[in-house]
């Protein structure tokens, strides 16, 4: 069974905007699912994200502690994660993390040893 929904670029924009209170609420929302970001995407307002997908992505690393009182879902699946830094989801208190699939190693300061 598949495991990924497929829809037109035109059908996923109008999803985006009535999930968003008819675009009153843009960044509620922030899909950017592969399209070869290297970085996390720039956010006007990181308080009012609840949901963000950034998977199939060429990000590596995760740095710095945004601070995201509402973000429930951060997607990162299929992409090419390395680093998130120990301050990353310090101000996320909502979020819920799904580690079944993905693999992680903790490190203390430094890095690996």
Known sequence: MAQEVRMHDVVREMALWIAS???????????HA????????KVKNWNTVRRMSLMKNKIHNLGGSPECLEL???????????NISSEFFKSMPKLQLQVSVISLRVYKRGGPT
């Open 21 to 31: 209170e008819l675009g009153r609420e843009k960044e509620a929302f922030i899909v």
């Open 34 to 41: 592969g399209v070869g970001l290297s970085e996390i995407p």
């Open 72 to 82: 429930t879902a951060f997607l990162m699946q299929q992409g090419d994660l390395v």
